[in-house]
């Protein structure tokens, strides 16, 4: 393990032009994933805050019994997937509309008969906002009664979880895309080292080296490439997040199990497109 570091180590001082361009373009295709990533990052997350506010409200009646209401509240809260339900009163429903209309707001002090109804709000779980679940919870909450009607936005919320769907399917189909392409731009890179050093490789077979001992400092090699390229294509990444925060919108960073992962990935790709590089040349030589 010494002698293949130090083979490693002196490879990368004899060509270090020829290893600085190999880690630049692993790093420049390996920022295009990360670039990929941190947008498809925040689009789940701008998803994720929209689909907070997937909620039922059962609008109650005007007669309304306080029997009716406890059982209408155990009902809803014993169904699979709800996380909570609030029961909002008239007077409530009055405040909330003031609060966010401005129209109700200039009228409510004409208004002799408060017209908003009492209801209950269930809402869901994270894992459970689909719209089996919404459609479940509906179903169960016409019949009660307690409940006058039902709502809670059909063709918004089939378009939202739509989104996601299409969204999930985008993001699987283009980070395949952009990783394939990264392990092509990688393999190129590796492959252009190994043939700047074919008269070394060549001697080494004369003099009877194994090719386990000949492949191993090129899987340092790419290892450390990969390393090397992965740490400029988050750094890349950074620079764009912030440049984007400061300047033109509020941007999350991706989490830091990605970062380390998309570290991983740089080195895992450098190993296996050097190995498949040198195993290729040494069937040739």
Same mark, same amino acid.
């Given at each position: /393990?010494?002698?293949? %570091?130090?083979?490693?180590?002196?490879?990368?001082?004899?060509?270090?032009?020829?290893?600085?361009?190999? &880690?630049? /373009?692993?790093?420049?295709?390996?920022?295009?994933?990360?670039?990929?990533?941190?947008? +498809?990052?925040? $689009?789940? $997350?701008?998803?994720?805050?929209?689909?907070?506010?997937?909620?039922?409200?059962?609008?109650?009646?005007?007669?309304? *019994?306080?029997?009716?209401?406890?059982?209408?509240?155990?009902?809803?809260? +014993?169904?699979?997937?709800?996380?909570?339900?609030?029961?909002?009163?008239?007077?409530?429903?009055?405040?909330?509309?003031?609060?966010?209309?401005?129209?109700?707001?200039?009228?409510?002090?004409?208004?002799?008969?408060?017209?908003? #109804?009492? &209801? %209950?709000?269930? !809402?869901?779980?994270?894992?459970?906002?689909? +719209?089996? +679940?919404?459609?479940?919870?509906?179903?169960?909450?016409? #019949?009660?009664?307690?409940?006058?009607?039902?709502?809670?936005?059909?063709?918004?919320?089939?378009?939202?979880?739509?989104?996601? !769907?299409?969204?999930?399917?985008?993001?699987?189909?283009?980070?395949?895309?952009?990783? =394939?392409?990264?392990?092509?731009?990688?393999?190129?890179?590796?492959?252009?080292?190994?043939?700047?050093?074919?008269?070394?490789?060549?001697? /080494?077979?004369?003099?009877?080296?194994?090719?386990?001992?000949?492949?191993?400092?090129? %899987?340092?090699?790419?290892?450390?490439?990969?390393?090397?390229?992965?740490?400029?294509?988050?750094? $890349?990444?950074?620079?764009?997040?912030?440049?984007?925060?400061?300047?033109?919108?509020?941007?999350?960073?991706?989490? =830091?199990?990605?970062?380390?992962?998309?570290?991983?990935?740089?080195?895992?790709?450098?190993?296996?497109?050097?190995?498949?590089?040198? *195993? *290729?040349?040494?069937?040739?030589?």
């Amino acid at each position: /393990m010494a002698s293949t %570091l130090r083979e490693t180590l002196a490879s990368l001082k004899r060509s270090p032009l020829l290893a600085g361009l190999s &880690s630049l /373009m692993v790093g420049l295709a390996l920022f295009v994933v990360g670039l990929f990533s941190l947008a +498809t990052h925040n $689009l789940r $997350l701008a998803l994720a805050s929209v689909e907070e506010r997937v909620e039922v409200v059962a609008y109650l009646r005007e007669d309304l *019994r306080q029997v009716d209401l406890d059982a209408a509240v155990e009902t809803l809260e +014993t169904l699979p997937g709800v996380e909570e339900v609030s029961y909002v009163s008239k007077p409530e429903a009055l405040e909330r509309a003031i609060r966010d209309l401005p129209e109700i707001a200039e009228v409510s002090s004409d208004l002799e008969v408060n017209p908003f #109804p009492a &209801s %209950l709000e269930v !809402r869901f779980l994270p894992e459970w906002r689909t +719209t089996e +679940t919404v459609e479940a919870v509906v179903a169960a909450a016409e #019949p009660l009664p307690a409940v006058e009607d039902v709502r809670y936005g059909q063709e918004w919320v089939e378009r939202l979880f739509f989104l996601r !769907r299409i969204g999930g399917i985008t993001a699987l189909i283009l980070g395949a895309a952009f990783a =394939t392409v990264a392990t092509l731009i990688i393999g190129t890179a590796i492959r252009i080292a190994v043939f700047a050093r074919r008269e070394e490789i060549y001697v /080494m077979r004369l003099v009877g080296a194994r090719d386990s001992l000949i492949w191993r400092p090129f %899987l340092l090699e790419g290892a450390v490439t990969g390393l090397v390229g992965g740490v400029l294509a988050i750094l $890349l990444t950074w620079i764009t997040h912030q440049s984007v925060f400061h300047f033109l919108f509020e941007l999350s960073w991706v989490p =830091t199990s990605w970062v380390l992962g998309g570290l991983g990935i740089g080195v895992l790709f450098g190993i296996l497109a050097s190995n498949l590089a040198v *195993r *290729r040349y040494l069937r040739e030589v």
